[in-house]
């Protein structure tokens, strides 16, 4: 074993992304504005996507977002699941949607 240098252990990827799922990426300013320090974009948004982002962020399954929009803006359950698909569609466009998958 002489001569022969140990190799470096490096982070395998699927740490850092444990890591960047675990760690808040998006900073909230009011219900209006959400920045994503991950890929440093500023992005508008109305108070659904707000409550959509905020949820997912802390922790809230996929499948009760839309009970949580139905029971915040009083809005039928079919208008309140389109809002949700409607936003993963958009996430899933700007290749964001794996950060927020719990």
Same mark, same amino acid.
């Given at each position: 074993?002489?001569?022969?240098?140990?190799?470096?252990?490096?982070k395998r990827p699927v740490?850092?992304?444990?890591?960047? &799922?675990?760690?808040s990426t998006l900073r909230f300013y009011g219900d209006? @504005?959400?920045?994503?320090?991950l890929s440093g974009m500023l992005y508008r948004i109305n108070p659904?996507?707000?409550l959509i982002l905020r949820s997912l962020?802390?922790?809230t &399954?996929?499948?009760?977002?839309a009970d949580e929009i139905q029971e915040? @803006?009083?809005i039928s359950r079919s208008a309140a699941l389109r809002d949700v698909e409607l936003l993963r569609?958009?996430?899933?466009g700007i290749e964001a949607l794996d950060r927020f998958a719990p």
């Open positions: 074993m002489r001569g022969k240098k140990r190799a470096k252990c490096a740490d850092r992304i444990a890591t960047a &799922r675990s760690a209006e @504005f959400v920045f994503d320090t659904t996507a707000s962020q802390g922790g &399954r996929p499948e009760r977002l915040r @803006f009083g569609n958009d996430l899933a």
